[in-house]
Structure formats: structure tokens, C-alpha cells
């Protein structure tokens, strides 16, 4: 036979009871059990630690939310800024410029510009 110590039978005890915690917590024994006014405290700050990490994940999720709008905003932007360059590119070419002065009746010059030189 194996002789059992004193300690080794305490040790189990506490694991016994250890185990028997959550069980106790689910079943509502643990507050039938224990003196209330030494759990309320700890109680109270995980209630405290998890409202903060609820209130913290909602800010990361809403944050990540207006960084994705944002960025196809921005993309959206940036199509639009090529788009209107390129028609500006081609309104104000010459060729572009000359179909439309010709309803006006303005020709582009064939002779080329002369430089004017002032004598003092």
C-alpha cells in the first residue's frame, strides 16, 4: 500500500475544488458558496475590462470601415484628376484650337511671327 501525506491530500483537495470552480460558476453554486462582498470587486472589473475591449474593438472596426471608404474615395479622385487632364491635354492642342476659331473665321497664320526690334 502507498502511504498518502498530509500534503499530497491538500494538494488534491485543491485541485478537486480547482476543477470544480467553472462547473460551480455556470451552476450559480459559486455565489452560494463564497462570501459575495470579496467577489464583487473582481467582478466588477472584469466587467470594467470588458466593456473597455468591447468599446475598443467597435472603435478599431468603424475605423478600418472609414479607412476602406476612404481609400476608394480616394481612388475614385484620382480617375476623375487623369480623366479631366487628359480632355484638357486635348482641348487646348493647336489642331483642337484652330476647329474651333474657325467658326469665328480665325485661321491660323501661314506666314511665321516676325521679331520687332526697337532701335533708341
Not at 498518502?4 to 488534491?12: D, G, H, P, R
Not at 452560494?32 to 472589473?45: F, G, Q, R
Not at 475591449?53 to 475605423?63: A, E, P, R, V, Y
Not at 480665325?106 to 511665321?112: E, H, L, M
Request: glycine share 4%; aromatic share 4%; charged share 25%.
Amino acid at each position: 500500500m502507498k502511504r498518502t501525506t498530509i500534503k499530497e491530500k491538500s494538494i488534491k483537495d485543491v485541485a478537486i475544488k480547482t476543477a470544480r470552480i467553472p462547473l460551480d460558476i455556470i451552476s450559480g453554486n459559486f455565489f452560494k458558496n463564497v462570501n459575495t462582498k470579496k467577489i464583487i470587486p473582481l467582478t466588477v472589473y472584469i466587467i470594467i475590462l470588458l466593456s473597455i475591449l468591447i468599446g475598443n474593438t467597435n472603435s478599431g472596426q468603424k475605423s478600418a470601415a472609414k479607412i476602406e471608404s476612404l481609400t476608394k474615395e480616394i481612388k475614385l479622385l484620382k480617375f476623375k484628376h487623369i480623366s479631366i487632364k487628359t480632355k484638357l491635354t486635348e482641348i487646348t492642342k493647336q489642331t483642337s484650337i484652330s476647329k474651333q476659331l474657325k467658326s469665328r473665321g480665325i485661321f491660323i497664320s501661314k506666314t511665321p511671327p516676325q521679331k520687332i526690334t526697337i532701335k533708341k
